[in-house]
């Protein structure tokens, strides 16, 4: 008989069984899949770490979470900077002075700000009625032509003037030289990869992968006095009230014979034409230099039940199904829920290292 059985050896199931395993617990983890570590997954192709659930950078402005990862690897210094390409012209994301000076050949923050408000102030609409108008709202034309619309249109299959405005709430812009696209105080991608870090959380624990919860559920049930379950929360009760829907992506991983493909990690496709969002090169990632490389398409598409759910669609009819989910989650005492599917939200790493900390202090 196990303490917990957990459904899930991504992030959040793999550091509650750490915990759990910890305190003397008697624990099972099992996955659907033939790995652990969930999307964070880097596999070791070519010497190369290749993320293969997409571009994992590790970010965060907690030292408790900092700390807490760091007993389990070591970050590099690596600092996001995308890039963008749109037909052949490159610019430097987030929108910064760096982009402004490209675009319009100009050099002080002065001479940005006015550009921007000129072109915010000509189409200007009180109440945006789809994410168009937010956006130019937010950042003018040029920069929503050339670096908003066919990046946002692939990503969500949709035009956008057909999308609602909520989607961009703001867009991160600076007036100042600085490309790291995130503001966090620690930031980097784990030496090694992040599977080494699920092989440390789950040192000493029984892992059954290749095992469908849903394929034998009953029997499963009775070998454990409680279950923490982190896949799709609309699964575990059997679509009761109707799936929830999601965007997917198609990712396309390619070894190729050079040594330097694209000189960065990721870059965005910003037009309407190239049919993938970003290639991300792996090996960027960790400041390699060996003789091939490997790179990685990204097709954004629809979702249908069976595939990987990626981005909750968490517009006003899913949140309202998530809601009745969640009553009936928070009246469960054998069951906990937890995680970007159970919970329904797009978290990232940090979050969720935050949200199984939550956890443990209530359960253990
Ligand atoms: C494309 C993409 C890029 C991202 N980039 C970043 C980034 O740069 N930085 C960042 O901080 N975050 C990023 N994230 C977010 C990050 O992936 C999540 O925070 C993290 O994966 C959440 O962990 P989890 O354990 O909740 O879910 P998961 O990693 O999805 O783990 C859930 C596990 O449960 C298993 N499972 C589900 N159902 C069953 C079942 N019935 N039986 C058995 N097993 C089951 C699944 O196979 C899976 O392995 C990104 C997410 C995506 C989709």
């Known amino acids: 008989m196990y303490d917990y059985l957990i459904v899930g050896a991504g992030l959040y199931g793999a550091i509650f069984a750490y915990e759990a395993n910890k305190r003397e617990k008697k624990v099972l983890v099992i996955d659907k899949r033939d790995h652990i570590g969930g999307n964070l997954y880097t596999k070791n192709i070519e010497n190369i770490n290749v993320h293969m659930y997409g571009a994992h950078i590790f970010h965060t402005s907690s030292i408790k979470v900092w700390d807490y990862l760091n007993n389990?690897?070591?970050?590099?210094?690596?600092?996001?900077s995308p890039i963008a390409n749109y037909k052949g012209e490159i610019y430097?994301?987030?929108?910064?002075?760096?982009?402004?000076?490209?675009?319009?050949?100009?050099?002080?923050?002065?001479?940005?700000k006015e550009i921007i408000n000129k072109q915010r102030k000509l189409l200007y609409k009180e109440n945006p009625s789809n994410l168009e108008e937010q956006a130019i709202n937010l950042i003018g034309t040029d920069i929503y032509e050339k670096l908003v619309k066919g990046y946002t249109e692939k990503q969500w299959g949709k035009k956008?003037?057909?999308?609602?405005?909520?989607?961009?709430?703001?867009?991160?812009?600076?007036?100042?030289?600085?490309?790291?696209?995130?503001?966090?105080?620690?930031?980097?991608i784990p030496i090694g990869g992040y599977t080494r870090i699920f092989d440390k959380?789950?040192?000493?624990?029984?892992?059954?992968?290749?095992?469908?919860?849903?394929?034998?559920?009953?029997?499963?049930?009775?070998?454990?006095?409680?279950?923490?379950?982190?896949?799709?929360?609309?699964?575990?009760?059997?679509y009761k009230y109707g799936p929830l829907e999601y965007r997917s992506i198609k990712f396309e991983h390619e070894v190729l014979d050079t040594d330097n493909y694209q000189g960065n990690a990721v870059v965005n496709y910003t037009d309407i034409d190239t049919p993938y969002t970003r290639i991300i090169e792996h090996k960027h990632f960790e400041f390699l230099e060996n003789e091939k490389t490997i790179i990685t398409k990204e097709y954004p598409k629809n979702w249908k039940r069976g595939e990987e759910p990626y981005y909750p669609?968490?517009?006003?009819?899913?949140?309202?199904k998530y809601q009745k989910y969640s009553v009936l989650a928070n009246q469960e005492t054998k069951y906990l829920f937890g995680g970007r599917l159970a919970e329904y939200k797009y978290y990232d790493m940090h979050v969720i290292v935050e949200k199984v900390f939550e956890l443990v202090n209530k359960e253990l």
């Open 92 to 112: 430097n994301l987030p929108f910064n002075m760096n982009t402004f000076s490209k675009i319009w050949d100009i050099s002080r923050p002065e001479e940005a």
């Open 160 to 188: 956008t003037t057909d999308l609602p405005p909520f989607i961009i709430k703001r867009l991160p812009v600076r007036f100042t030289y600085n490309n790291n696209y995130f503001n966090d105080i620690y930031q980097g």
């Open 72 to 80: 389990f690897t070591k970050f590099n210094n690596y600092i996001n």
């Open 313 to 320: 669609i968490n517009d006003e009819i899913n949140n309202n």
């Open 201 to 238: 959380l789950l040192k000493g624990i029984d892992v059954k992968l290749k095992i469908n919860y849903f394929d034998n559920r009953e029997q499963l049930d009775s070998i454990a006095r409680k279950i923490l379950y982190t896949g799709p929360i609309d699964e575990f009760y059997n």
